[in-house]
């Protein structure tokens, strides 16, 4: 409750916040195409957009989304290799330090079953596995465990991207990782660097910007996010988006707190989809050119308004995620095409520039007027 009591003073002050004038979306559009990078001033006016506005807003990130990236979409699978037990702190994460989320332990997959695993996203389209393990960091056997899952992937298909997130690295155990065939690192900021000891105790925002710059050091694309909706102001969005700018982090995953129960923030249910578009966008006008994904907790918190998500980010992950379920994996890839993109790879695919699914026949009403079933309401 302790975390909890701290994030609704910080709600209470934010309420209380003078609002920042409002900009022109459009024009600040027409800047950063450019070449001029918007201000913090500018993106924390972006939060600020009034909820009839939204939709001017996304129309103008998605003017920068389109300009780098067109109407293609990246698609990323998640696979869990290690799951619960974690001994740090992380108030929103199920695995932490004395969570009681019924969520699924187990130790590390085999080679042979998280490749199995993997090549269901990969059948589905995925461009880009991630190897994720709990855990504060990886010790060297556990890289040598990651490195043979490595190999079997790329010997499956030796296209695929893969990006492995392990937790803090030490010295030399990125540049292993390159070496065995690991083409990104994720390590996400999460949140301001002024919010961290708010949300953990047991490492720092330094150990995690470290492990950033050291897979960056060891010529790994470096993949860096955050996680919205934990009681931060928008000043620390803001704050946080520029860090990432700050760091040329090449991918930027958006998560959405998802309250699981039996952590701190159970029952922390503090943004709505307007909201989450605005975060978007936000981040899609402060690194504009950048692989901006939507993560973690997009089906609970943009409910019926992810296809709007895709016009301002560039990439999802497909399928569940680390302990929660996704959504169905075809209900996904029928979103993009519905929406006008495509899939990474399937540009010359018929399927997605001309949909054609099958729907059948409309349902034949047999509730409501003229019977005695109730109506449909």
Not at 137 to 142: A, E, F, L, Q, T
Not at 246 to 259: A, E, R
Not at 290 to 318: C, M, T, W
Request: hydrophobic share 40%; proline share 5%; glycine share 10%.
């Amino acid at each position: 409750m302790a975390l909890q009591d701290t994030l609704t003073d910080r709600s209470a002050a934010e309420t209380a916040a003078p609002v920042d004038p409002q900009v022109d979306p459009q024009a600040l559009a027409d800047a950063v195409l450019a070449g001029r990078a918007v201000t913090p001033g500018e993106a924390l006016a972006v939060l600020h957009t009034r909820d009839d506005e939204v939709l001017g807003l996304v129309a103008a990130a998605g003017r920068l989304r389109r300009h780098w990236f067109g109407n293609s979409v990246k698609l990323n699978y998640l696979v869990n290799l290690k799951s619960g037990l974690c001994a740090e702190d992380c108030g929103y994460c199920s695995q932490r330090l004395g969570s009681e989320a019924d969520v699924l332990t187990y130790s590390w997959l085999s080679r042979d079953e998280a490749v199995r695993v993997a090549r269901a996203g990969m059948d589905a389209g995925a461009r880009r596995v991630c190897l994720v393990s709990s855990g504060r960091g990886p010790s060297n056997r556990d890289l040598d465990r990651v490195s043979d899952i490595i190999d079997g992937l790329k010997e499956a298909d030796p296209e695929i991207e893969v990006c492995a997130c392990l937790g803090l690295l030490k010295d030399g155990q990125a540049e292993k990782l390159a070496a065995a065939g690991t083409d990104a690192y994720n390590h996400n900021l999460n949140t301001a660097e002024s919010h961290y000891d708010d949300i953990c105790s047991t490492h720092t925002y330094a150990d995690r910007a470290d492990t950033v710059a050291k897979a960056k050091q060891a010529g790994l694309s470096a993949c860096s996010g955050l996680i919205a909706g934990m009681g931060e102001t928008p000043e620390e969005l803001v704050e946080v988006a520029f860090a990432l700018r700050g760091m040329d982090s090449d991918s930027v995953p958006v998560n959405f707190l998802m309250p699981f129960d039996g952590t701190p923030l159970e029952g922390v249910h503090a943004l709505t989809p307007l909201q989450c578009l605005r975060i978007l966008a936000m981040v899609r006008f402060v690194n504009p050119d950048k692989e901006v994904r939507i993560a973690g907790g997009r089906e609970d918190n943009l409910r019926s308004l992810q296809p709007l998500g895709l016009e301002v980010a560039n990439s999802i992950f497909l399928g569940d995620y680390l302990t929660s379920e996704g959504r169905a994996g075809a209900a996904d890839l029928q979103m993009i095409a519905d929406a006008g993109f495509v899939p990474v790879g399937a540009e010359d695919d018929p399927a997605h520039l001309a949909p054609t699914r099958d729907q059948g026949a409309p349902a034949i009403r047999r509730r409501g007027a003229g019977t005695a079933l109730a109506p449909n309401a």
